[in-house]
């Protein structure tokens, strides 16, 4: 009996252990947190190994952040601006990856959505009448409704033909590239590189931010990306949309025996994703320069999205948060870089960020796999 009882009394001391790590995992915003900790871990730890100090690359990351230069003591709010304004397109195209992940769909073509939205935009901007704020605010929601036309295509191949997702928006994503440079050579003016100025009614310029944050690239479109959020988060959680969307990405087949068109909820979600990864297009086309561009390559924001969603678990505030850490990496990359550390450092961290992610499934299966051997032993022991 004493032996029997030490026995058992061992037994759940183990399985406590793996209960405790269980329950930690568990949960997909401490998930996240982790991965981003080991990515900073393993990204100091690059640092130290070719020779540089890590705490440049941290006072760089708060500099970007807040505006203060440590080394100096020197502080400037154009570095908070620039940081947030690098972000907004991020947490648009995370939007856009996160909202088809939530219906079942592997939305890899935001990168050409984006591509739709920013080319509407510059026409919009170049031929629609010049009346203030009416300009401006069709050429954005033009490039929304062009980039959810062309997000619905692939959700209606879905639908249709069952058509794999991922090839199919793979393939637009050149398409899109292709035609926009094609149509935008055809401007009369333009040349490889760009059109004619666009009209200042057209451009998502807010003096009173730029004022605000020393001259900073800071406008409009970061608003638009806060309300995409709160759209975002609504949509998906306090509306039947929402819901049949969710349920779809769960489990198809229970989504269609339970009623909900699980064919209609793939092109809706992908005509969503769409439009956000379009809003992306007209901020970046209208808040970040005066002149219309001929893309020479791709941008890479849509691709960028999918570490963005991944990482915010695609949620509304996940993703939202997501973006400005991945926009903290891009703006803070030129000050690593006049401390003497490696631009490559934020491409690293952000890389791993998403292997861990990518890993977290794996953790799960194997703590579950632990947990049943512990149980078993302990059923074994009781017999």
Known sequence: MAEKGLKDYKAPKKLDAYRLLEVFTAS?????ILVVLLGFLAGTIIVLAVGRNPGNMFAALMQAMTGWDL???????????EWLALSTP???TGLS???????????????????????????????????????VVLCVLLAAMGAAIWGGIVGWLKARFNASEVVATIMLNYVAFYLSRWVTMAIPG??????????????LDAGFLQLFTNGSNLNYGFFIALLSVLAYWWIMERTRLGFSLRATGLNRDAAQASGINANRSAVVSMAVAGAFAGLAGAVVALGSFNFGRVLSGLDNYGFSGIAVALVGNSTGMGIGLSGLLFGLLA???????????????????????????SLRAG???FIAWRRRLSVAAAEALDA
Do not use: C
């Open 90 to 92: 991020l947490i648009l």
């Open 28 to 32: 997909d915003g401490r998930m996240s």
């Open 363 to 365: 953790v799960r299966m």
């Open 190 to 203: 333009a040349n490889t590189y760009k059109t004619p100025n666009l009209p200042q009614s057209a451009q």
């Open 97 to 135: 990856m996160g909202f088809a992940a939530r219906a079942g769909l592997f939305n890899i073509g935001a990168e050409g959505q984006y591509i739709v939205g920013l080319t509407i935009a510059q026409f919009g901007a170049l031929y629609l009448p010049q009346i203030p704020v009416l300009h």
């Open 71 to 81: 080394t100096r003591g020197v502080w400037n709010i154009r570095y908070v601006g």
């Open 331 to 357: 703006s803070g990359q030129p000050l690593m870089q006049s401390r003497g550390i490696p631009k490559e450092i934020t491409l690293i961290i952000s890389g791993l960020v998403v292997v861990f992610v």
